[in-house]
C-alpha cells in the first residue's frame, strides 16, 4: 500500500521533469516566428477604470474568436494584434468593436460587436454581429456564467464567420456543408 503511493508520488514528480528534460512544453503548440498569420485580429474594446481589464476582454475575445473559427472550419492562422502599433499592412485585419459583453436585466449575457476588414487596402464593413447566452436564474455560479459569456460570443461570431464565408471575402472560410 505504502510503496504503491510513493510509486505514484515518484511518477507524479518525475514526468513533468522528465517533459522538461526533453524540452516537451505548451509552448511548442504555439505557431513559430517563422509561420505568418493569414489573418489577424484586432479588438477594441469600450474603455473601463481598469486598462489591463480592457487588454484582457480584448485577448478572450480574440480567443473565442480563432476557437469559433477553427471549429467552423477555418484552417489558416489567426494572429492577435494587442495594439494598433502590432497590425501589419501585408496580412489581412479583422477589426472588432466591442459594443458589449454583460449580462442583461433578464440574466442572459449579450454580446454585441461590430466588425470590418481589411484585406489589400480595401476596407469592407461587415456589420453588427450580436449572440445571446443564457444562464439560468437558480443555477447562478461562476462556471456557467462563464459558459453563458462562451456561449454569448461563440454564438455572434458563428455569424460573422458564416458572413466571411457567403461573400467570399477571404480564402479559406468555407460554410459547412448540412447532413
Known amino acids: 500500500m505504502i510503496t504503491n503511493s510513493l510509486r505514484h508520488i515518484a511518477l507524479a514528480t518525475l514526468l513533468p521533469l522528465g517533459l522538461l528534460a526533453t524540452g516537451v512544453h505548451a509552448a511548442e503548440a504555439k505557431p513559430t516566428a517563422a509561420e505568418k498569420p493569414a489573418l489577424q ?23 473565442r474568436l480563432e476557437d469559433t473559427f477553427r471549429r467552423q472550419g477555418y484552417k489558416g492562422i489567426v494572429g492577435f494584434a494587442a495594439h494598433p502599433s502590432d497590425i501589419k ?9 466591442l459594443v458589449e459583453w454583460r449580462v442583461d436585466v433578464t440574466n442572459n449575457v449579450q454580446c454585441t460587436f461590430s466588425a ?14 450580436a449572440g445571446t447566452g443564457i ?13 453563458a459569456f462562451e456561449d454569448s460570443a461563440n454564438d455572434a461570431l458563428k455569424d460573422l464567420y458564416r458572413r466571411i464565408a457567403e461573400q467570399q471575402l477571404l480564402p479559406g472560410f468555407e460554410l459547412k456543408k448540412k447532413k
Open 89 to 97: 499592412a501585408e496580412v489581412p485585419l479583422l477589426e472588432l468593436t
Open 135 to 147: 444562464t439560468w436564474t437558480r443555477a447562478r455560479d461562476r462556471w456557467r456564467l462563464a459558459t
Open 116 to 129: 470590418k476588414l481589411t484585406d489589400a487596402g480595401k476596407e469592407t464593413t461587415l456589420g453588427i454581429f
Open 41 to 63: 485580429v484586432f479588438v477594441s474594446v469600450p474603455p473601463t477604470f481598469q486598462p489591463m481589464l480592457d487588454d484582457d476582454i480584448a485577448r478572450t475575445l480574440a480567443y
